[in-house]
């Protein structure tokens, strides 16, 4: 074999036998299902504490996906957590090739435990994943309609601040950070009037935009783009490698601060290294390979500059239920590209721009639904990967949308 995948099945603490099943694709590209698990959606969460050289505990999360639903965290593409290859051939990956190991994936999965053939079957992520898990769904769309057995339940996939148009993401930066009271009224109408509104191909003879786009910089510099309200320390960013940012930090000796929420991705470093941690997980002892958050080491090129097309397919042609969520505080993917490149479609909107609330006293975001059974929703005050962020808003939000409710 290749490549051998490593994934975490966590069953359903309501109905395992009906309840929805996710497959769930982290993003990077090379960041871990485990820390899907540990910090966003499952019923695990790391305590945080000071770091003493014991292992680090697990508390339980009230508020996991696998209260309502199945969950097959998948360590994808090869080489992300503890999933490896045996050739260097098998090593190198591109979007377009891990998604379809990651179809294969669960169809041979389902294939192995087909008590979860009926369940409806739906593929997540958020982040990177915006340009894998459509063209995983659409893989499996195909593969239901050739017929190929065994035949999988997929109804539809869901996706947070999604990477989804490169040139949208990147332009919607300036006027985010306008709209967030980071830029001043002056500075930002000059921007957009001396750069046309398209603040990424910039003539770099265009000495007025390029000077407005200076100051920005300014401005924008020690911001934390996964959460701007939250401090930006000692690789404070869960997922820096992404769209070309910067390079990941991958392990210790920096430590963050204890204040800083990316203490607890130190921890999970020492938790999921640990010897008797990796024995339970059933982790291949040799060769010993170093689990990393998220890896830099990939053999990895990301070939797909949009997904947009596999969206239209999927919703407009195969009339698939989706779910966009973004969390409103994120720079790194602003809600506004995911709005813009969702309008681009020309979609008809079947139920207009309103606010949900979590419970009587609490507005989790603003949403709207359109006729192909697509859903767009705001997290408010959620960041980069907003369970992590918001996840009383979130689990309200993934509990409703898999009922078939309103939010």
């Given at each position: 074999m290749m490549c051998n995948s490593s994934y975490y099945f966590v069953k359903s603490e309501n109905n395992p036998t009906k309840d929805p099943l996710i497959l769930w694709l982290n993003g990077g590209p090379g960041c871990s299902g485990l820390s899907a698990l540990l910090f966003e959606i499952g019923p695990l969460q790391l305590k945080i504490a000071k770091y003493n050289g014991s292992l680090p505990a697990l508390?339980?999360?009230?508020?996991?996906?696998?209260?309502?639903?199945?969950?097959?965290?998948?360590?994808?593409?090869?080489?992300?957590?503890f999933s490896y290859s045996t050739t260097?051939?098998?090593?190198?990956?591109?979007?377009?090739?891990?998604?379809?190991?990651?179809?294969?994936?669960?169809?041979?999965?389902?294939?192995?435990?087909?008590?979860?053939?009926?369940?409806?079957?739906?593929?997540?992520?958020?982040?990177?994943?915006?340009?894998?898990?459509?063209?995983?769904?659409?893989?499996?769309?195909?593969?239901?309609?050739?017929?190929?057995?065994?035949?999988?339940?997929?109804?539809?996939y869901l996706l947070g601040n999604a990477?989804?148009?490169?040139?949208?993401?990147?332009?919607?930066?300036?006027?985010?950070?306008?709209?967030?009271?980071?830029?001043?009224?002056?500075?930002?109408?000059?921007?957009?009037?001396?750069?046309?509104?398209?603040?990424?191909?910039?003539?770099?003879?265009?000495?007025?935009?390029?000077?407005?786009?200076?100051?920005?910089?300014?401005?924008?510099?020690?911001?934390?783009?996964?959460?701007?309200?939250?401090?930006?320390?000692?690789?404070?960013?869960?997922?820096?490698?992404?769209?070309?940012?910067?390079?990941?930090?991958?392990?210790?000796?920096?430590?963050?601060?204890?204040?800083?929420?990316?203490?607890?991705?130190?921890?999970?470093?020492?938790?999921?290294?640990?010897?008797?941690?990796?024995?339970?997980?059933?982790?291949?002892?040799?060769?010993r390979q170093e689990w990393m958050r998220c890896s830099n080491d990939l053999n990895y090129l990301s070939d797909v500059r949009s997904s947009t097309s596999y969206h239209v397919y999927l919703s407009s042609k195969r009339r698939y239920r989706s779910l966009m969520y973004s969390g409103d505080h994120d720079m790194r993917i602003p809600f506004l590209s995911t709005q813009a490149w969702i309008r681009s479609l020309n979609y008809s909107i079947s139920n207009e721009w309103r606010k949900w609330r979590v419970d009587a006293h609490t507005i989790g975001g603003y949403t709207r639904t359109y006729t192909n059974n697509m859903t767009f929703t705001t997290i408010k005050g959620g960041g980069h990967t907003a369970p992590e962020y918001r996840p009383k808003e979130c689990f309200t939000m993934v509990k409703r949308w898999l009922s078939y409710e309103p939010l």
């Open positions: 508390e339980l999360n009230p508020n996991s996906w696998t209260k309502v639903a199945n969950i097959v965290f998948l360590d994808s593409p090869v080489g992300t957590g260097s051939q098998g090593s190198y990956s591109t979007t377009t090739t891990s998604a379809q190991q990651s179809c294969s994936f669960i169809r041979k999965w389902l294939a192995d435990h087909p008590e979860f053939l009926s369940n409806p079957l739906y593929v997540g992520g958020d982040s990177f994943s915006g340009l894998t898990v459509p063209i995983v769904t659409q893989h499996i769309s195909d593969g239901i309609e050739f017929g190929i057995k065994p035949l999988l339940n997929l109804k539809g990477l989804t148009d490169g040139y949208l993401e990147m332009n919607s930066k300036i006027p985010f950070a306008y709209g967030m009271g980071i830029l001043s009224n002056e500075l930002f109408e000059s921007a957009k009037k001396n750069c046309g509104g398209d603040y990424v191909n910039v003539d770099p003879s265009n000495v007025q935009c390029t000077n407005d786009l200076d100051a920005i910089t300014l401005d924008i510099l020690g911001l934390n783009y996964e959460h701007i309200l939250e401090p930006l320390c000692v690789f404070a960013t869960p997922k820096p490698k992404e769209i070309n940012f910067s390079s990941i930090i991958r392990s210790p000796p920096h430590t963050p601060g204890f204040e800083c929420r990316n203490y607890g991705y130190m921890l999970s470093y020492y938790w999921a290294n640990d010897d008797g941690v990796r024995n339970a997980l059933k982790v291949r002892k040799e060769p």
